[in-house]
T-cell receptor, first 115, second 112 residues
């Protein structure tokens, strides 16, 4: 089945130690997103790729970076994780269409713990 | 006014009950609307898109009211398995694919 896969499901890192989360998709969608979701809050968009074009949200900290080496893969790099970065990180994909957007397809998320 | 607002609940209903959630949005030019379901500590999953004419999928009915700027979700004959948080998602105006705005979600708890 076509899907969005995130690895790892659970990630524990130390304060200040760089960490990379990965996302792959077999849907061949041209748009990929990274969201951060904290407990009882809505998912918060960090950035998205429209094809190769990177779009950063204005309030995304510089501590968060992303790479999309090809259509199928996208990475989230947290350069110096702080305790406040502990959250669920969700990767999602969609296809662009005129006048709107297709529904988002989410990966199963990576739950990040910072010790 | 927040861009997308939902009653956080929780809505506690007995099995078999009918329950309705509303979601209001502030941008009258919003283009696409969705309801997602999210189970505890899991990823959101698409429940249904919301079309202008309203649409139904089994026990679930979604409506869009552009004049009053809200969408609704009706669940009939609630099941225990419907217990989850229901997220409203609105695509804002403009070409940016990133302009998807999530509500905080409405928590539903269906009791035996």
């Amino acid at each position: 089945d076509a899907m969005v896969i995130q690895n790892p499901r659970y990630q524990v890192t130390q304060f200040g130690k760089p960490v990379t989360l990965s996302c792959s998709q077999t849907l061949n969608h041209n748009v990929m997103y990274w969201y951060q979701q904290k407990s009882s809050q809505a998912p918060k968009l960090l950035f998205h790729y429209y094809d190769k074009d990177f779009n950063n949200e204005a309030d995304t900290p510089d501590n968060f970076q992303s790479r999309r080496p090809n259509t199928s893969f996208c990475f989230l790099d947290i350069r110096s994780p702080g305790l406040g970065d502990a959250a669920m990180y969700l990767c999602a994909t969609s296809t662009s269409k005129t006048g709107g957007v297709s529904p988002l397809h989410f990966g199963n998320g990576t739950r990040l713990t910072v010790t | 006014r927040k861009e997308v607002e939902q009653d956080p609940g929780p809505f506690n209903v007995p099995e078999g009950a009918t329950v309705a959630f509303n979601c209001t949005y502030s941008n009258s030019a919003s283009q696409s609307f969705f309801w997602y379901r999210q189970d505890c500590r899991k990823e959101p999953k698409l429940l249904m898109s919301v079309y202008s004419s309203g649409n139904e999928d089994g026990r679930f009915t979604a409506q869009l009211n552009r004049a009053s700027q809200y969408i609704s979700l009706l669940i009939r004959d609630s099941k225990l398995s419907d217990s989850a948080t229901y997220l409203c998602v609105v695509k804002g105006y403009g070409g940016s694919q990133g302009n998807l705005i999530f509500g905080k979600g409405t928590k539903l708890s269906v009791k035996p």
